[in-house]
């Protein structure tokens, strides 16, 4: 099972990794979660945090790990 596992892992690295670099070409964002926070990752590498207010406006701001 171990294997399985590990082998699974690593196809949904490489899936990512293909992602990215796709979206990176095209100039798309990429969006996900981290540590229990929406990000959004430019094509330049540049990361946001995006949150919204009370009234349900999108905010984003510089992503600080």
Known sequence: MFTNRKQLQ?????ASQHARKQAKESGASIYYIKNN?????DAAGNKFEITFDATGKRQEFKYHE
């Open 10 to 14: 690593e196809i949904l690295n490489k």
């Open 37 to 41: 926070k929406r990000v959004r990752e």
